[in-house]
């Protein structure tokens, strides 16, 4: 790379990258031979048939799903994006990165920076700071579900040993694909009558799928035959054991990933390390991610079916299937069966059972704090306001104001957002989860949760019934900036007085996104440790786009100098330098 071509690139923070060396250093035992890794995305619209539907997708460089990337633990990651969309802003976050001393950098539009306006460009800056199989996506309105995405494969430093073996190490990204347009699915759910964006019409492996064109429209162009919707092929050789990370992107849909005839054993969860168990299927849940084991050591004449179906909602989708060839078979050749349909998808307690049996390494548990010093119970409810549908949490439906929060608690601009108080609870004691809530309005808020640095916090979810009777749907919730323990699950309404003497103090397993099941809670406890301002979300994207989700503030007074890059909106628009 040329001098110049050097020097254009932003510089990060040097001393905090020391830092972090340093306490990689000392915490793994292990001196990382840190490499930066330079990436020069285009961002822009173009013509797709992942599913063989031809439709605009958003791709990088001209594909979608992107480009993975791949380093080791304690590298920097450089990624120059120029956004090329013509009439529209992005925003990429580094989902499970947890930007440690590059708050700014984490990606979240309103939240660490303002959007990447049209034709500008925009230079991301980070350290991997520990191994793992994470995410990054759009996260700007709706664009991840427009296909602005892709993984991110973090390697172990030389000399560590994983707990685990295998003879290779192959990945796979699923995802749920809409032939409508984000445009038409943001105004729908922004509109009175409110309009859903309904059931996706196909099931992606690696960005292919397999959409039936006999049920296109006339105006449609659908082509069965085009290379672009031909299975995604995974080769084996018989007798080898692969490690297969899973990740799931999908902006509405849980899903179950089975492969066809093989058992798998789960190793790896969001980057920690799992007591092994064995399944022969696996629930997913959007933003999550796996590793599993399994072996090629059945009949080797003929291939199987790689296969994903909907779960926790009533599929209208059709199963997603690839094909996993055993070699020297054709890798075309397809498996002589039908492929798996899956579990029941209403089966709560089979997926409430899986999330259990989910538990740290023996050999690498991260020992949570005994005790917290303040617990949060949120309440997920679907409610009206001013006759719109939203989602709320403790009544409060959540608006991203138009000065990022980072910058307005840096440059301490309080007029930008509520200074009240969040709500931390509800009245749990009398709310009937089980019914229509009796008062469908809320209200909108901008406030934000500030946690006091280096506090150690417990976040309750509570799920509920919808507006419509009987009906309440699984939320998976992400959790920007830090990895989190879960310390329990239960069925019902969670009481603050007699579930946490059940939590799992223990073992418990350490992950960035979690399920919240039907008409369940789920119990998570972080380290406010990290300074910055950190969004918390349902990882659905329709329902954060309709107001679920909050923002903690944590230590903000300990950044660093903002980066003026980041800058440029709302109030921040004098404060921007080239």
């Known amino acids: 790379m040329s001098a110049s071509y050097s020097a254009s690139w932003r510089r990060g923070n040097p001393r905090l990258l020391l830092l972090l060396l340093c306490t990689i250093w000392s915490t793994t035992g292990y001196l990382v031979q840190a490499k930066v890794h330079y990436h020069k995305w285009d961002i822009s619209y173009k013509f797709k048939s992942p599913d063989c539907y031809k439709k605009l997708a958003i791709t990088i460089n001209g594909q979608t799903p992107g480009p993975t990337i791949n380093a080791q633990q304690g590298d920097t990651i450089v990624v120059r994006v120029k956004n090329s969309l013509l009439t529209e802003n992005v925003a990429i976050h580094w989902h499970g990165i947890r930007q440690i001393g590059t708050p700014w950098f984490d990606g979240t539009e309103g939240v660490t920076q303002c959007p990447i306006v049209a034709g500008d460009t925009f230079v991301y800056r980070f350290v991997v700071d520990r191994h793992g199989t994470y995410l990054y996506h759009a996260h700007y309105g709706m664009q991840r579900s427009a296909g602005l995405y892709g993984l991110i494969r973090v390697a172990v430093p030389d000399g560590v040993v994983e707990p685990f073996a295998y003879d290779f190490d192959r990945s796979i990204i699923l995802n749920d694909w809409w032939h409508s347009s984000t445009y038409e699915e943001a105004t729908g759910l922004a509109s009175i009558p409110f309009a859903w964006v309904g059931e996706p019409q196909s099931l992606l492996i690696n960005g292919r799928g397999k959409f039936n064109c006999s049920l296109a429209g006339p105006t449609a162009v659908c082509n069965a035959t085009n290379p672009e919707c031909s299975p995604y092929v995974l080769t084996v050789v018989p007798g080898k054991t692969y490690r297969l990370r899973i990740a799931s992107i999908t902006s509405l849909s849980a899903l179950n990933f089975e492969i066809e005839g093989h058992n798998m054993t789960v190793v790896e969860a969001d980057g920690h390390y799992v007591k092994p168990f064995v399944i022969k299927n696996l629930n997913i849940y959007s933003g999550e991610t796996y590793s599993v084991l399994f072996t090629a050591d059945r009949d080797p004449s003929r291939n199987y079916w790689l296969a994903v179906n ?22 075309r050749k397809s498996p002589p069966t039908s492929p798996p349909v899956g579990p029941l998808w209403n089966d709560t307690m089979y997926r409430f059972n899986q999330s259990l049996a989910i538990r740290s390494h023996p050999d690498h548990v991260h020992p949570p704090p005994l005790t917290s010093d303040r617990m949060i119970i949120l309440l997920n409810t679907q409610n009206r306001v001013d006759g719109y549908t939203r989602w709320s949490l403790n009544n409060v439906s959540f608006n991203m104001p138009h000065t990022p929060y980072l910058i307005a608690l840096k440059e301490n601009l309080r007029h930008v957002f509520d200074q009240r108080p969040a709500p931390e609870t509800y009245d749990y004691r009398n ?8 008062n469908h309005n809320a209200t909108t808020g901008t406030s934000i949760y500030r946690l006091d640095f280096n506090s150690t916090v417990d976040v309750i979810l ?3 019934n919808m ?4 009906k309440s749907e699984t939320h998976p919730w992400h959790l920007h900036g830090h990895d989190f323990w879960v310390l329990g699950y239960g069925l019902g309404k969670f009481d603050p007085e007699v579930h946490p003497k059940g939590y799992n103090l223990v073992n418990p397993i350490m992950k960035n996104t979690v399920a919240l099941h039907r008409y369940g809670w789920t119990a998570i406890r972080f380290r406010a440790d990290n300074p910055g301002a950190w969004a918390f979300h349902c990882h659905i994207e329709s329902h954060f786009f309709m107001g679920m989700g909050i923002v903690f503030e944590e230590g903000v007074d300990r950044v660093g100098e903002l980066p003026t890059s980041i800058m440029g909106c709302g109030d921040s628009k004098s404060s921007r330098r080239p």
């Open 310 to 331: 909907v779960i926790s909602r009533k599929p209208e989708t059709p199963t997603g299937t690839a094909v996993l060839n055993y070699y020297p078979n054709h890798p």
């Open 431 to 438: 709310y009937d989860i089980y019914s229509v809530p009796k």
């Open 462 to 464: 509570q799920n509920a």
């Open 467 to 470: 507006i419509d009777a009987d």
